[in-house]
């Protein structure tokens, strides 16, 4: 192994750096990107299913290919409570209070912004 | 298509799809950690036996595995056949283009990294269609991706070397004998 690493070459070298650093400060970049939000935008299949406040405490269902989906909102935060899909990621993804929840096999999306936000993320201009 | 490049084919397959359906039964501390095992053996075909023995190696990886995994066909299926493609393509022009300017560990880089942006691609216009969505999830995912190529790329050198040293010592050998 460590024969391996010697013979790497220069090439390979800045190439790892290059992405280690570049998907660093993708990170950093998106998370300043996105302020904490105040609403909470369920889609399924694409199309805006509910807007609801985030600082209303609730839990809501959602139907989707691999049946409900429990999606509880609690203390500005918001969670995937229970899901049928088979891998469990939105699950897995636990509590958040900005960003996005995805569940690919039931085309869920669970996405906490400001309705602040969303005016920022519009189109600037349209050319012709 | 020669009898022995038949056979590599389908050993070197059966391998592919060995890691491929041990790394779907793993489970994962963080959601969208893959390990990519299956890009070891497309990286030893590649590199060993050529462009064509490579890409029929994934081809028939990506379809057996999700066979016996359950997802074929389905969105898993899309996105790991567009992820395969998109990394053996990336690895064998760069291979060509560029002859010895990376090594196995940069060759392994640029599938990981391809994989990746493939995946992303597909998950964009197929099934999320929020760029913002992508835009958060991508560096993320490039990370895991760089560290779990760099560490595949280590594997694939490593057993390279020993695959190459092993034909030296029967070839040997032969003579001796």
Redesign the interface.
Known sequence: MKETIKNTTLADRLLFLLLISLSVAGIFISRDALSQGSEVVIEVDGKPAYTLPLYEDRLVSVGGSYGDTLIEIKEKKVRVREAHCPNQICVKEGWISKGVIVCLPNKLIIIVGGSKKDEQLGIDAITG | MQLQDKQRIAILSAYAIALHGFESLLPTPI??LKLGLANIITLVALVLYGFRTALMVTLIRVVLASIFIGTFLG??FILSTGGGLASVLAMGLTMKA?K???????LS??GA?FHNLAQLTL?YYL????I??I??????I??IG?LTG?ANG?IS??LI?NLLKKDREKIQNVIHS
Do not use: C, H, N
């Open positions: 959601p969208w969105p898993a560029f010895s300017l990376f090594g196995t560990v940069g880089l640029i990294l998950a099934f999320i269609q929020r913002e969505a835009l958060i999830i991508s560096p993320f490039l990370l760089s760099i280590i050198d490593i070397k």
